[in-house]
């Protein structure tokens, strides 16, 4: 009769040990200093909702390209070449034309984006149309501008070349698109351009270079 009996509170200790390390484990975790990162996979149909951002209707998923910020479909930038005061200079509705630019790269074709989520919730991801990554051709036409602090190295030279061309927004006059959102108080597609103009002439950052013979510069600046 004793052995049934050991071999039970055996089975009961062992239960009891495997439990508590079960329970080390979870501990363990939830003390982690750094949060798991979660990657997520998207790819199907998308709708472009501005030149930088994406919904895919199937998943109910919203994608935000990452390293990259676009002019907000309000947004209103001014055509220098329009006028010798900035008074009089043309709008140019910078937040359209990046999104016209961002559908007419993806057409009806499928979009695969990898990337992570942000603290906001929202889905930051590089993303591909037959290899073209959507990102890098919207910066390469100058319909956006990157963002962070370590930019894509091939993102950066897109850039520069486009600022050098005066390619898309680079040919104009446009508020940075961080200053634009924190002070635009009017978001609706009925803002008329003089808000915008407002706003460039109280800015503290206005993106677009000098126009003073910027596109002729010196390659050199050493001598």
């Known amino acids: ?5 050991l071999v039970v509170a055996l089975l009961i200790h062992g239960q009891s040990l ?6 080390l484990e979870v501990a363990t975790s939830e003390r982690a200093d750094q ?3 979660v990657t997520q996979a998207v790819r199907g149909r998308a709708s472009v909702i501005s ?8 998943s109910g998923q919203r994608v935000k390209l990452a390293g990259i910020d676009a002019c ?5 930038a001014f055509d220098p070449k329009s006028g010798d005061q900035r008074s009089t200079l043309a709008p140019v509705p910078c937040g359209p034309f990046a999104k016209a630019w961002l559908k007419r790269l993806i057409g009806n074709r ?18 591909s149309v037959s290899g073209r990554d959507l990102g890098l ?15 894509n190295s091939q993102y950066v030279q897109a850039e520069r070349y486009a600022r050098s061309a005066r390619y898309g927004m680079w040919g104009t006059y446009v508020l940075d698109m961080a200053e634009w959102r924190e002070k635009a108080i009017d978001r609706s597609m009925e803002r008329r351009p003089q808000a915008d103009k407002n ?15 910027w596109r002729n510069r010196p390659r050199r600046t050493d001598r």
């Open 110 to 127: 499928d979009v695969a984006c990898k990337g992570t989520y942000a603290p906001s919730g929202d889905l930051y991801a590089t993303c």
């Open 72 to 76: 907000a479909l309000p947004q209103w």
């Open 1 to 5: 009769m004793k052995r049934p009996i």
């Open 35 to 37: 949060p798991a990162v």
């Open 199 to 213: 706003l460039l002439r109280d800015r503290r950052l206005e993106i677009t270079p000098p126009f003073a013979d």
């Open 137 to 151: 051709e919207q910066l390469k036409v100058g319909w956006a501008r990157t963002t962070g602090s370590r930019a």
């Open 51 to 58: 030149g930088d951002t994406l919904w895919f209707p199937q």
């Open 18 to 23: 495997s439990g508590h390390a079960a329970d």
